[in-house]
């Protein structure tokens, strides 16, 4: 069984979703079912055959955070290495390149979103950075090709 490693907030996240969708998102589709059989004939009934597909849905994310959950480990800040970038840490960089300041934190591909600046450390950009130290240099290979990166500073996250 291979471990995925989240952030408590991570793993937080997890939970609180999965009781949201075996709680009330549970509760909501199967009334939705109910109501629908009370139209009558099933075979053509679009209600009920959309709430079956919601439900075939539901059942299927909550596997799914079943199986996160059971493979999940929560990071231990104080294991982590000092003064080298991580799993669990915010990194500040340069992007020599375009002369711009980014700030991500590393996590496992569970958590990941870019929008919300989270990176994976198995993105080409989180493999590239993992293990380097600040005031490093780093140059990652990109599917829009090469990223010259100066490291500026590292913190728990």
Known sequence: ???????????????????????????EITQAIKTAREHGDLSENAEYDAAKEEQAKLELRISQLHDQLTKARCIDKSSIPAGQISIGQRVRLQDI?????????LV????????????SITSPIGKGLVGKKVGESVEIKVPAGQQHYRIISIENS
């Open 1 to 27: 069984m291979e471990n995925i490693f989240l952030t408590p907030e991570g793993l937080e996240k997890l939970k609180n979703e999965l009781d949201l969708l075996t709680g009330t998102r549970r509760r």
């Open 97 to 105: 390149d375009r002369n711009v300041e980014l700030e991500y934190i």
């Open 108 to 119: 496992s591909p569970a958590e990941a979103d870019f929008e919300k600046d989270r990176i």
